[in-house]
């Protein structure tokens, strides 16, 4: 099981940032693919999960900016972040727990990808 993550990068405030996960190893379309963050110096934070069945579970802060779509063609699971903040500063994770059902808890998870490093400027 492979998790690659990419697509973060240097931007302004309010800018737009689509972060791709790419699953290899595994039937990444069966299984629930989450999304994490973490700041510097604060605990990992789930931000978004693609269930198997299509349902999407999202932090509360998250909604309304951040959305999630999933291109099984690809195996990649996308996270489009808009009007970004300095807070949205962190590194992101894709991760998998190969459970069809989402959850928001880092500790459900065994299998995290390297992260890709967003930083917002204000």
């Known amino acids: 099981v492979q998790l690659q993550a990419s697509g973060g990068g240097l931007v302004q405030t309010g800018g737009s940032l689509r972060l791709s996960c790419v699953a290899s190893?595994?039937?990444?379309?069966?299984?629930?693919i989450g999304w994490f963050r973490q700041a510097p110096g604060k605990e990992r934070e789930g931000v978004s999960c693609?269930?198997?069945?299509?349902?999407?579970d999202q932090l509360a802060s998250a909604k309304g900016r951040f959305t999630s779509s999933r291109d099984n063609a690809r195996s990649t699971v996308y996270l489009q972040i808009d009007s970004l903040k300095p807070e949205d500063t962190a590194v992101y994770y894709c991760?998998?727990?190969?459970?069809?059902?989402?959850?928001?808890?880092?500790?459900?998870?065994?299998?995290w990808g390297q992260g890709t490093l967003v930083t917002v400027s204000s």
């Open positions: 991760t998998t727990d190969l459970r069809t059902a989402c959850t928001l808890r880092a500790s459900a998870y065994s299998y």
């Open positions: 693609f269930s198997s069945d299509g349902t999407i």
């Open positions: 190893g595994f039937r990444s379309d069966n299984y629930a």
